[in-house]
């Protein structure tokens, strides 16, 4: 499984952006990247996931390096809603670090 | 539609006990994936079924075991329950056995306590 090393806290404005980064060296070519965030009392909750190309949706943007060793999970406008422990994974995704907690500051 | 479920929410044991925890994945989904989340940390993963068939095992002892029902739901089991064992457990559901373009939808987990 793929080895995923993040920030343990990072701290952000409401309404900036902020960029989430994730090392994943040991990927393997054909595992997908995948970004879940955890609310307090609550299970992981998926956010985006991606191979090579960057990715969009509703909830956040992920870019993902050329060498696909490494990742960031970009929100583009964080809310006090959007507090909460993110985390990456590769492989089989059957391996979670220990998460990024971000904190929002109002 | 109703996401993965999972039962009871909270329980509590005492040492040396056993507990069988339940998983209703998302109507669709084959495959379940058991995760131990101890606070503060991110989960550990303990076991993967699809059809039925275990498809990855963690580093757990022997005293954990599972299995998946043809409905697809699943238990898990915990045998001879240390103190260390008191932790957040949680069911993921997706519709591969491997993470490849379907993502895991997890449960909001059962929160053991050991005494």
């Known amino acids: 499984d793929a080895k995923t090393t993040q920030p343990n806290s990072m701290e952000s404005n409401e309404e900036e952006p902020v960029h989430l980064p994730c090392n994943h060296s040991?990927?393997?070519?054909?595992?997908?990247i995948h970004w879940y965030r955890q609310l307090p009392s609550q299970g992981p909750e998926y956010v985006i996931h991606?191979?090579?190309s960057n990715v969009n949706n509703r909830m956040a943007s992920l870019a993902i390096a050329e060498d696909r060793k490494s990742s960031t999970l970009i929100l583009h406008r964080a809310t006090l809603r959007d507090a909460a422990v993110y985390y990456c994974?590769?492989?089989?995704?059957?391996?979670f670090g220990g998460g990024t907690r971000l904190m929002v500051k109002p | 539609d109703a996401g993965v479920t999972q039962s009871p929410t909270h329980l509590i044991k005492t040492r040396g006990q056993q507990v069988t925890l339940r998983c209703s994945p998302i109507?669709?989904?084959?495959?379940v994936s058991w995760y131990q989340q101890v606070l503060g940390q991110g989960p550990q993963f303990i076991f993967q079924?699809?059809?039925?068939?275990?498809?990855g095992r963690g580093n757990f002892p022997d005293r954990f075991s599972a299995r998946q029902f043809p409905n697809y739901s699943s238990e898990l089991n915990v045998n001879a329950l240390l103190l260390g064992d008191s932790a957040l457990y949680l069911c993921?559901?997706?519709?591969?056995?491997?993470?490849?373009?379907?993502?895991?939808?997890f449960g909001n987990g059962t929160r053991l306590t050991v005494t």
């Open positions: 109507s669709g989904h084959k495959s």
């Open positions: 079924y699809y059809e039925k068939e275990e498809r």
């Open positions: 991606g191979l090579t």
């Open positions: 040991t990927i393997s070519g054909t595992d997908y």
């Open positions: 994974t590769g492989g089989n995704m059957l391996t």
């Open positions: 993921a559901s997706s519709l591969e056995p491997r993470q490849l373009q379907s993502p895991l939808h």
